[in-house]
């Protein structure tokens, strides 16, 4: 199957020049592009980056923390958010043992079934995104992405660079592989670090670490299943090939 890959450019984000990636309509080929948390299908502006992604270092004001609970269901499960007033903490995915039945048509195919009278606007938000993402792609772009406020995304390292660069810059029904993405960070050299970031990934779906696949073209590992990471990257091209019409 031949290659799409989606021409892009660094523009004014400071990284260096964004290699190809790689349409969801042949993911599975991706090796052969190889040499060639911030809102989907947007620009990122700096103001914005420091409001999702705050760059605290202490642990002043954490002891304030009052983290509130939600459960999703959605098409691959009951999602587990957690937050608190100042942002989003965690996504936790179930793991997938059958692929689910039907898709997400509507958006009674995701509802808050736990924690929906404590949510934050976080998590509020949140779930309206999970909502969009799962039943109406279109809308994503016109919702906004819940702050975050996860410790691994609030202290300088490389695999909060590497998050922070896949949630920008590899866009909804795209893929890329830990090698592509090491370059994206800016260490071409990093591709098992990338690997050990994705595994880190607090807030999976919404930093889209299920895009992130082998340079073979195999999806690779994912915290939620293999299973779970296909239907994802499968949900991703049908919603991009539908919305094309």
């Not at 896949?166 to 370059?183: C, I």
């Not at 299973?227 to 919603?239: D, G, N, P, R, V």
Request: glycine share 8%; with cysteine; charged share 20%.
């Amino acid at each position: 199957m031949p290659l799409a890959c989606l021409p892009t450019n660094a523009g004014d984000t400071g990284l260096p020049s964004r290699p190809p990636l790689c349409s969801l309509a042949s993911w599975g080929s991706v090796a052969k592009a190889e040499d060639g948390c911030l809102l989907l299908g947007g620009d990122l502006s700096s103001t914005m980056a420091a409001r999702l992604v705050p760059n605290v270092s202490s642990k002043e004001g954490e002891s304030q923390c009052e983290e509130k609970h939600a459960v999703l269901l959605s098409p691959v499960g009951k999602l587990k958010i957690s937050g608190c007033e100042t942002g989003l903490h965690e996504i936790k995915l179930p793991k997938m043992s059958v692929l689910p039945s039907g898709r997400a048509e509507s958006s009674a195919a995701c509802e808050v079934c736990e924690g929906a009278e404590e949510m934050t606007e976080p998590l509020k938000q949140c779930t309206a995104w999970l909502r969009a993402y799962f039943c109406e792609p279109a809308r994503m772009a016109s919702l906004p992405l819940p702050a975050f406020h996860h410790p691994l995304l609030r202290r300088d390292s490389f695999t909060r660079q590497v998050l922070w660069t896949l949630l920008r810059d590899v866009k909804f029904g795209e893929a890329v592989s830990y090698k592509q993405l090491a370059v994206l960070a800016g260490n071409s050299r990093a591709a098992r670090a990338v690997g050990g970031a994705m595994r880190s990934n607090p807030i999976p779906i919404i930093i889209p670490c299920h895009r992130v696949i082998c340079s073979s073209g195999q999806s690779g590992n994912y915290g939620g299943g293999n299973l779970m990471k296909e239907w994802l990257l499968s949900h991703e091209k049908l919603q991009k090939e539908k919305l094309a019409y």
